[in-house]
């Protein structure tokens, strides 16, 4: 496991990361650093042709010391304080396999001290429960900074731990994560720190008429729960309900997903462990306000048992809601959740999940999509905007609403495919009353197809982890 400590001068001798730039075609070493080390790097860089386009990366040695090496980070300059965690990620994931390197990066606040520590725990972050890397992440991580304290040092491994956290679970595989193990695991994280935990068990389901979960989880070997989590600290200044999704692996039910897109459903339940270690994260820092995390888990699955299109379900708060689309489930689940979460009165509630494929339609592979009443999804959207995560505030238009419309039922679970992350907020939306609310839609960032990039690994990425506990925060 990779440590991690500020530094306040740099060892000229050891394994160093510094920020470039170019200009007018000359590298520029923009770290401060001394000028002869500088001066050295500056043309090895240039004998190499290094292009300095932001978060390239090229390695030479250390023209002080030939026993080690200079990583040299192309600056990024987009989001200040976001772009230090993205060139401290790369920069770690570069230094593999050695056992320390300094990073000195330009920095002007103790945030972005801060940020460089996180992007550094983000960078290194390897999933090697089931294959080795190829090499260790790098062993110890000196980040030079006279803006370094305890404090800052303390919240950012606490988010980078929490990201890291979320990311093991979303990339478990649902033979060992299931709804019954992940209950277990969320007991076991959140007595671990305090916190009191309530787990449902199906016969509970039954006796508080959560049919959502029951309906999904109906066709599974491993019986649906529902987990509440709380942290209330004497000194609470407001209270947040969260509710996650938590799919631990989704089918489809019987309206089968194809081969090419039933692959990586194992990431269905991120919203639930976002939601976990988001009040995790809140405690030990201390955020003074009570959190409740719902996490709603279940394992939709097809079997003879398993719910079918048609079924009509009738919610513990008395909506009933026609089933036309068994692949539909996530909102199923979650409107559990909106109704156990609002009937204890909370000032807001925020639900995320990997909802909806039409999110990745809408806004790509990279920006989360933020819906509900306008002043919570604002302040959400707000505090992604601080956190350096990529998100935008949708509407809820009315007339999509009429697509929901059912026959024999108050309403169905799925509508139109135009605006369908927006049709799928507006499902949710009959579930929280007057009740302040926000929907973060994150199908498309919460797992990166793609390769890695900036502090972003392939595979599970743990977004908005940092946007909620902002909030809280806040």
Known sequence: MTKYQ???ELDLHSNIVLAVTKKDGALSVVSPVDEKLAEGVELALTTLDFSAKPLSTLTVVNPLDSSKV?????????HATESLRHMAGVATRTAAGRDEMAICFPHETAEQAGAIIEGAGLGAYVFDAYKKPAKSPVALINVVSSFGSDDVFNRALVLSNAVNA???????TPNFLN????????????LEVGLSVKIFDEKALEAEKLNGLLQVGRGSASAPRLVRVEYNPADAEGFTALVGKGITFDTGGYSLKPSTAITEMKTDMTGAATVLHAVVAAAKLGVKRRVVA??????NMVSGTAGRPDDVIVYRNGISVEINNTDAEGRLVMADGLIMGCEENPDEIIDIATLTGAQMVALGNRTTGIMGTDEVRDAVVAAARRAGEPAWGMPLPAELRSSLDSECADMKNSGSRFGGMLV???FLKEFVGKTPWAHIDIAGPSFNREGEWGYQPKGATGVMLRTLVEHLAR
């Open 294 to 299: 719902w996490l709603c888990l279940a394992e």
């Open 166 to 172: 979320v990311r093991d679970l979303e990339n478990t």
């Open 70 to 78: 200079v990583v040299a980070v192309g600056l990024c300059t987009e």
């Open 424 to 426: 799928a907020g507006l």
């Open 6 to 8: 500020f530094v306040s």
């Open 179 to 190: 709804p019954v193990t992940f209950a277990e695991e969320a007991e076991k994280v959140a």
